[in-house]
């Protein structure tokens, strides 16, 4: 599903980075790991040779990602898109609908869902109880700890439940980590395994 997300058009539907360029600005057209480009160092580039061999699950390849799909037996499959209508603003439904529009295009079935915040979104989706894709945001963490305590940790926000032994190592050692390099790398593997899994896609 990740091949079949165009990041660059996002960015343009999105953020409007060609029209800003133009007009003499210098946009970040960076894409977002699971750690925020806004905490530099500590955010790994998918686009760079450093994300390893998991980098390619980023490429808009909608070829190969129906090759993936008929290989898991997924060629079809009916899924459902969540996502809170007004509550992030109308840019952020467009790309709901962008996103929406990629899944259809790699041939699956696609009901979109979309839900009332504080009723459906916030109480139930965001917590974890839902079915299909769902799509959200997240705060800007002044720390690096909080996009993985938000992600990966038992709390109600890691709404994948994801719970791979080899990330929550590494959260637990990042955590009391002296070395700032040694660190560095523990986090930059997290998001190495987040792409290889995809268990959390960031689109843009």
Do not use: C
């Amino acid at each position: 599903v990740s091949m079949g997300i165009n990041r660059s058009d996002i960015m343009e539907l999105a953020y409007n980075v060609s029209n800003l360029a133009a007009a003499g600005l210098q946009p970040s057209s960076a894409w977002n790991n699971v750690i925020s480009t806004t905490l530099g160092k500590w955010w790994l580039d998918p686009q760079s040779a450093a994300q390893g061999p998991s980098g390619r699950y980023w490429q808009y390849d909608v070829a190969e990602a129906k090759k993936l799909l008929d290989a898991a037996g997924g060629a079809g499959a009916p899924i459902k898109l969540n996502y809170a209508g007004v509550r992030y603003g109308p840019t952020f439904a467009l790309v709901a609908e962008g996103i929406g529009n990629w899944l259809l295009e790699l041939g699956l079935d696609v009901e979109v869902e979309v839900q009332d915040y504080a009723s459906t979104y916030f109480p139930q989706t965001r917590a974890g109880n839902f079915h299909g894709v769902a799509i959200g945001s997240a705060p800007a963490y002044p720390e690096v700890s909080g996009f993985l305590n938000r992600f990966y940790s038992s709390a109600s926000s890691n709404a994948s439940k994801v719970s791979d032994p080899a990330i929550d190592e590494l959260r637990a050692k990042q955590a009391i980590e002296f070395d700032p390099e040694a660190r560095l790398e523990q986090i930059h593997e997290i998001q190495r395994i987040n792409g290889e899994n995809m268990y959390y896609t960031p689109t843009s």
